[in-house]
């Protein structure tokens, strides 16, 4: 069902930088859409992380950012923290489906 | 601060329809934002189901719009999920999620409703 796809798990020590992918198409990431980021801490909903423009709301940490090329785009976390242990979703606009909304496949992040 | 806060049944029965109901809370469903509804089956990702304006305008998922209908009562300041002859595959977490942002492709979830559990079995 999903059309971007991201690594089922990432891992890394605390204080590592990791990063996470997200790969689309030329409907979507490739025609220059925006990528959205979303955290979901386990039971819970999901939180907005980080916007397109690497906007993130009051308290998310600079720790979090976003880039993107193509037709991929990244999430990067910088000094990993245990409280960074989530999964995590990147979101688009895809023009080929009526304008729906995308979600990514979701990457769960452990904290060694 | 805005919150979301959905109710409904946890339990629909196979071909039956499957109604949720999401309140606004701190804010006006009237505002410049659209509103929308997500779910997670269970084990998988997140797939969005639609979208609505408080005019009424909407817009759904073309794998679900054939049984979708978004409303939405002003009066009441919340918006409702209608999903129609609901199979065990229509066994999710749904979500009610503000969507914020100036245009179509820029839009983001910004705000999330805690999440109710259905289950679709008889």
């Known amino acids: 069902q999903s059309v971007l796809t991201q690594p089922p798990s990432v891992s890394g020590a605390p204080g590592q930088r990791v990063t996470i992918s997200c790969t689309g198409s030329s409907s979507n990431i490739g025609a220059g859409y925006d990528v959205h980021w979303y955290q979901r801490l386990p039971g819970t909903a999901p939180k907005f992380l980080i916007s397109g423009n690497n906007n993130r709301p009051s308290g998310v940490p600079d720790r979090f950012s976003g880039s993107k090329s193509g037709t991929s785009a990244s999430l990067a976390i910088t000094g990993l923290q245990a409280e960074d242990e989530a999964d995590y979703y990147c979101?688009?606009?895809?023009?080929?489906?009526?304008?729906?909304?995308?979600f990514g496949t979701g990457t769960k992040v452990t904290v060694l | 601060q805005v919150q979301l806060q959905e109710s409904g049944p946890g339990l629909v029965k196979p071909s039956g329809t499957l109604s949720l109901t999401c309140a606004v809370h701190g804010g006006s469903i009237s505002s410049t934002n659209w509103w929308s509804w997500v779910r997670q089956p269970p084990g998988k990702g997140l797939e969005w189901i639609g979208e609505?304006?408080?005019?009424?305008?909407?817009n759904y998922n073309p794998s679900l719009k054939s049984r979708v209908t978004i409303s939405v009562d002003k009066s009441k300041n919340q918006f409702s999920l209608k999903l129609s002859s609901v199979t065990a595959a229509d066994t999710a977490v749904y979500y009610c999620?503000?969507?914020?942002?100036?245009?179509?492709?820029?839009?983001?979830?910004?705000?999330w409703g805690q999440g109710t559990m259905v289950t679709v079995s008889s």
């Open positions: 999620a503000r969507v914020r942002g100036p245009t179509v492709t820029t839009r983001t979830f910004d705000i």
């Open positions: 609505i304006y408080h005019s009424g305008s909407a």
């Open positions: 979101q688009s606009y895809d023009s080929s489906l009526s304008g729906s909304k995308v």
